[in-house]
Nanobody, 119 residues
Framework: QVQLQESGPGLVKASQTLSLTCTVSGGSIITTGYYWNWIRQPPGKGLEWMGDIRYGGSSDYSPSLWSRISISRDTSKNQFTLQLSSVTPEDTAVYYC???????????WGQGTQVTVSS
């Protein structure tokens, strides 16, 4: 059974960099075919795909976040990390790490972690 667990600070000050790590167990992040995503949900709004890092190490980002986002990985720890710079209160959301495969969709989700950006 694949499990994903987000970790990181729950409170970030505006203009700083938000950093979250997803630890994966029960499956390797370098297994062919899998994408490892960050998705967030602001209060009262829908889910927003932020970006992903793929089994081969390449990444893709939402155009709306392109200038502020970076997703990296540590294969020795089976973890991948989100960094979002220059945050504002509009970045307040529940952040999820999620596994996907292109013809399957999103299949395993972390429990989500609340991040609040203070002004």
């Amino acid at each position: 059974q694949v499990q994903l667990q987000e970790s990181g600070p729950g409170l970030v000050k505006a203009s700083q960099t938000l950093s979250l790590t997803c630890t994966v167990s029960g499956g390797s992040i370098i297994t062919t075919g899998y994408y490892w995503n960050w998705i967030r949900q602001p209060p009262g709004k829908g889910l927003e795909w932020m970006g992903d890092i793929r089994y081969g190490g390449s990444s893709d980002y939402s155009p709306s976040l392109w200038s502020r986002i970076s997703i990296s990985r540590d294969t020795s720890k089976n973890q991948f990390t989100l960094q979002l710079s220059s945050v504002t209160p509009e970045d307040t959301a529940v952040y999820y790490c999620v596994r996907s495969m292109w013809y399957v969709g999103y299949d395993y989700w972390g429990q989500g972690t609340q991040v609040t950006v203070s002004s």
